[in-house]
């Protein structure tokens, strides 16, 4: 069975810092990529930052670029998000998922509050 259970999330503060993690199970993880979506109320989901199979290339979206870290660890089935600075305007729910080639899979999202 297919699983990606993310946690981590919670309350954090303007230009504060917390890491959300997602395991993996029931795939060969180290086969797939690896990304952090995002989505805000009454907002559009939206790529956060991948991460290719080996952790060797990453991508992030402009508006996280610097603040945001991606990062995969394939002997734990799992990756991680490292938010730092994060902005008032950046409370959402957080998705992992995992993608190879025609096979996609998602977690359930884990909340991240911003607030002073």
């Known amino acids: 069975q297919v699983q990606l259970v993310e946690s981590g999330g919670g309350s954090v503060q303007p230009g504060g810092s917390l890491r959300l993690s997602c395991a993996a199970s029931?795939?060969?993880?180290?086969?797939?990529?690896m990304s952090w979506y995002r989505q805000a109320p009454g907002k559009e989901r939206e790529v956060v930052a991948q991460?290719?199979?080996?952790?060797?290339?990453?991508n992030y979206a402009d508006s996280v670029q610097d603040r945001f870290t991606i990062s995969r660890d394939n002997a734990k089935n799992t990756v991680y998000l490292q938010l730092n600075s994060p902005k008032p305007d950046e409370p959402a729910v957080y998705y992992c998922?995992?993608?190879?080639?025609?096979?996609?899979?998602w977690g359930q999202g884990t909340l991240v509050t911003v607030s002073s």
């Open positions: 991460i290719s199979t080996t952790g060797i290339i990453t």
């Open positions: 998922t995992a993608s190879w080639r025609h096979r996609e899979y």
């Open positions: 029931g795939f060969p993880f180290s086969n797939y990529s």
